[in-house]
């Protein structure tokens, strides 16, 4: 992996080998203690969830947490939603975002053209989601379409497009182009070419594309609050309901974020290869 | 060098007449394949945020039934300078995204440096790495409430271990900014620790050997080789950062809202107040102006700093 590569001589301070992996582990622990921490909580019975002081290594394990949140709160309808909102909403993006990505990679339109829609495309993923979310609610409450999925998944969408047009152009723009000039020779059309020839090609590239387009949709809080109330709730709003110091439901809280999260850190550790370039906007490559 | 003509071959006489006759042809189909996208963002985009500023210039509390938008002029905008909650909000907002982001980037810099030596268990590390980057904010958020919880928390008994006493964190003003920062911190630190170790890997490593034959020292090599090289993956990464910790609200919105007192009360936070808890419109889409204009200028400074680089 690109990481293992050595720079002995890139670095102001030196280490021994001990010290290294001390400093190593324990930013290891420092990152997964507070997931650990999560997971643990949603199996313990409840008298061990909240003590003074904590208990580390739970002694009794227990799934009434789990019980509890599947039995009281609708969960299955919220599950639902936010499955069907993120699918939904990734393999749209994926696909507009693909065409879009695939006529910027060839050189049909003048370079000015393409070089301005770039810019304005990364403008329109630079604007905090707060400054659209207030006229997004009033426009899409006059219109009917609050509390819809079709709300959340067009909001997704016009998130995600961004992302995915620039990190798919490195995709393609990567991509040797004798293959295409081949397709071309046998009469590909430029619609033959792109989902015959070259989206096969550019599958694992996509594949991680879809990846962090789908973590974006399912983690996302702020409009799902604001366009939803029960109809098309995603499971962020429900966790949210737990914020309360009142009567501290950890374990609860604890068992639907552990079944939110796991998922996501499964699906990302898939990946890891191209986990630089989707979090740089395809700006660094590994 | 001597040219070999060679007789036209099918493939060659299809090539030319591609290049003749489906050329234009293909170009319009190309504009094609972007319109849906292009459309898509200017609905959903472009036109809420003109909207905005259209209401920006009005007055309108949203909350009183069938109430109708009521031309102010440039009211909101001046009533800002002299919105006390406003003007702390800005001194917050800046104040988190600064701190945060130095400590990432000289934390991440250290770390990074440290994980690109040869490491066993490096895969390891990464997915551990992983798992804060991943981890839904409003999970992240609600579970550092429970984490900084001033009588069952985690915090306060680690802090134990070393003999300090317990402290209030998410309810204290003094403390409170510290504590989201800390969140953030530990949410966003390794996005740091895995860009920059991606340029430090890849950078030449013939380099590194002419400056130990030249004499550098370790600290003379990183400062005029290593920063030097990395200088564009650094900006990629501050733009990306930067953008992202002036956009931060669900981990506010769970840890704090914005409390105790607007310690912690960003301007992401401030405008959902205004605009969807309280219902001013006006107010709440001329915050979101100011906030648009700032972040606008600062991250094209970025961006024209990255097209300089480009062209060089």
Known sequence: ?286 | MARVVEAPTRAGLRWRVWRGGRYQQERLLSALFLLPALLFLLVTSVYPLLYSLVLSFYTWNMSIPNSRPVFLGIGNYTGLVKNPQFLNSIQVTFLFVAVSICIEFVLGMALALLITSRLRLIGLLRTALLVPIMMTPVVAGVLWRSLFHSTYGVVNWAIGLVGLPPQEWLGSASQALGAVIAVEIWQQLPVVIFILAAGISALPVEIFDAARVDGATGWQAFRYVTLPLLKPVIVVALLLRVMDAFKIFDVIFTLTQGGPGGATEVLSMLIYKTGLKFFQIGQATAMSWVFLVFILVISLLFIRQLERQEER
């Open chain 1, 1 to 286: 992996m690109a990481v293992a590569v050595q720079h002995p001589h890139a670095r102001p301070f030196r280490l021994s080998r001990p010290l290294l992996y001390l400093a190593a582990a324990l930013m290891a622990v420092l990152a997964v203690f507070p997931f650990y921490w999560l997971a643990m909580t949603s199996i313990k019975p409840g008298n061990q969830v909240a003590t003074n002081p904590p208990i580390l290594i739970p002694t009794q394990l227990s799934l009434q947490n789990y019980h509890d949140v599947f039995a009281v709160e609708d969960l299955p309808h919220f599950l639902a939603n936010s499955l069907i909102i993120s699918l939904a909403s990734t393999a749209l993006t994926v696909f507009l975002g693909s065409l879009a990505a695939y006529a910027l990679a060839k050189r049909y339109l003048p370079y000015r053209l393409r070089h301005s829609i770039l810019l304005w495309v990364l403008i329109t993923r630079i604007y905090p989601p707060i400054t659209t979310a207030i006229p997004y609610f009033v426009l899409l409450r006059r219109i009917g379409m609050s509390d819809t999925h079709q709300a959340l998944i067009v909001t997704y969408v016009a998130y995600g497009l961004p992302f995915v047009i620039w990190l798919m152009l490195g995709f393609f723009q990567d991509m040797p182009t004798e293959i295409e000039e081949a397709a071309v020779m046998d009469g590909c059309s430029l619609w033959q070419r792109f989902s015959l020839v070259v989206i096969p090609l550019a599958l694992p590239g996509l594949a991680v594309t879809a990846i962090f387009a789908f973590v974006y949709s399912w983690n996302e809080f702020l409009y799902a609050s604001m366009l939803t109330s029960f109809n098309a709730k995603t499971l962020p709003v429900v966790i949210s309901g737990y914020m309360s110091d009142k009567f501290l439901r950890w374990g609860e809280m604890s068992a639907l974020g552990t079944l939110m999260v796991l998922p996501v850190i499964v699906f990302a550790a898939g990946a890891q290869r191209y986990l630089v370039r989707g979090l740089t906007f395809g700006a660094v490559k590994e």
